[in-house]
């Protein structure tokens, strides 16, 4: 059956060497925006990732790669579709990404999951993040089944599709690794990270540059719980009285300027920004340590580029399980969201916190503390091939190794000990990212094009190195 499928792409009229053709579905061609389009109408919210699950597998497998599964259910569908079978113990590089999607808007009567295709445009829930993202890799991959004789290839390459990336839960990438990460015999991860970077930033650049993330912020979430006894009826105001406590305790805490701390990673952003401004503007941004008292206040002034310089702490819940306009609830809980630069001290952190709320009556506990991984090096094959595959693509850009302030699976990796990079590398307007998570999320129809041609480029160079 292989050999029929793959005398069949071969046979196509299409040069795939020039440019991205369509592949087979359901034996006919379909291109890359009308794929998508599928997948983007099939819901996958985390959880119920199953159904389009199997949709792109059986898109892999049509298509002539080997398929291996890791689990056939809800919460944990997850596969992986390889240029060998797993069993040749090739060395592996994974290209990550996750079948899963955050629960839809419905603000405006617009369907989220139409996957309609406007303006050279595609619409819908899981367009960018990560059915779009997805497509770019398989696409790539595939590229180079049909236009490459691959039997002496050094690497295997694999596409790794899992479930609930979006909720981190016991499933997905976290069973994968638990039962199978020996069989996936990974060398190198490559997953959904940075895009395209000036066009997020404000002022003008010279030239595009392309960020690829080598570590990230640890998340720490933490609960936060005072208990105060008091009367039942608010009518009359006690002194204390643990909603006002709280509050109060978590205004001490919100209201403080976290510390802008330096690293080599981050030091180096401002350097590469500063290689493309001219004047005091480029002096200033070139030595960053010289001039931090002038750096910080514009950093505050930017969300997007100050949470690659500071611990962050997000409120994200305060609850006192009262839904009544006259009883006073004993107990408050509040919830925050941590995001730790990769050299902090969790114990260090954590001290800060309770002595900032002011208040030693407010209990705090950590749900959850994502393990230390150290940042994957730059100086290896697996990076600087990518950073080719994009040069050779936009040849005027730069590339930047970066940290993220979010966590996605690539992290499980890393904290493994297996090198993981995480790039998308194609240039999204800041409406694009904007639009992830959010209403109305959609692609340009040429980034889908773009972002496999770069994939394959670099399955090339790895095989060819």
């Known amino acids: 059956m292989r050999t029929v499928i793959l005398l069949l792409i071969f046979t196509s009229q299409i040069t795939f060497s020039q440019s991205i053709d369509s592949i087979i579905y359901n034996g006919s061609w379909i291109s890359m925006e009308h794929l998508l389009q599928k997948y983007v ?32 259910e809800n919460g944990n569908y997850n596969f992986a579709a390889s240029l060998f079978p797993l069993s040749e113990k090739k060395p592996n590089i994974i290209f990550l990404n996750h079948i899963d999607v955050v629960p839809e808007i419905r603000l405006d009567g617009t369907d989220p999951y139409s996957g309609e295709i406007k303006k050279d445009r595609v ?43 979006e909720t981190q839960c016991a499933g997905g990438i ?5 039962n199978h990460l020996e069989e996936l015999n990974a060398v190198a991860v490559i997953g959904e990270g940075p895009s395209e970077l000036t066009n997020l930033l404000e002022g003008k650049f010279k030239n595009p540059i392309f960020g690829i993330s080598v570590t990230h912020k ?41 510390e802008i701390i330096y690293n ?20 200033i941004l070139k030595h960053p340590r010289l001039f931090k008292f002038l750096l910080v206040p514009q950093l505050r002034k930017q969300p997007e580029l100050l949470s690659l310089y500071t611990n962050t702490i997000t409120l994200t819940e305060i609850s006192s399980n009262n839904d009544s306009y006259n009883i006073l609830p004993s107990k408050t809980i509040a919830h925050l969201d941590c995001r730790l630069l990769p050299e902090t001290d969790e114990k260090e952190f ?3 916190i309770k002595s900032r709320l002011k208040n030693d009556n407010v209990k705090v506990m950590v749900v959850e503390s994502m393990q230390e991984s150290d940042p994957t090096s730059i100086e290896t094959i697996y990076f600087k091939n990518l950073a080719k595959s994009i040069k050779s693509y936009y040849p ?23 090198l993981a990079y995480a790039s998308t590398p194609v240039s999204f ?37």
């Open 123 to 165: 619409l819908g829930r899981g367009s960018i993040d990560n059915k779009g993202s997805a497509l770019m890799q398989l696409y790539g991959i595939i590229q180079y089944l049909k236009s490459e004789s691959a039997s002496n290839d050094q690497y295997n390459i694999t596409f790794l599709a899992v479930s609930c990336e």
């Open 350 to 352: 954590l001290s800060l």
């Open 41 to 72: 109408q099939i819901p996958s919210i985390s959880g119920n990732e199953k159904k389009a699950g199997e949709f792109i597998k059986s898109i892999a497998r049509e298509n002539g790669l080997s398929i291996s599964d890791f689990g056939s």
């Open 396 to 418: 005027t850009s730069e590339i930047l190794p970066l940290l993220l302030p979010n966590i996605n699976d690539l992290g499980a990796f890393r904290a493994k000990g297996i």
């Open 264 to 283: 080599a990673l981050n030091i180096n952003i401002l350097k590469t920004l500063g290689s493309q401004k001219k004047g005091l503007e480029k002096l």
């Open 174 to 178: 976290n069973y994968v690794l638990e």
């Open 429 to 465: 307007s800041r409406k694009e990212v904007q639009s992830i998570h959010n209403q109305h999320e959609s692609i340009s129809i040429q980034l889908l094009y773009d972002g496999a041609q770069i994939h394959f480029n670099y399955i090339k160079k790895m095989q060819n190195n």
């Open 218 to 258: 640890r998340s720490l979430w933490l609960n936060l719980e005072l208990e105060i006894k008091t009367n039942g009826h608010s009518s009359v105001t006690p002194i204390h009285y643990s909603n006002q406590e709280m509050v109060c305790a978590l205004n001490n805490l919100t209201s403080k300027k976290n």
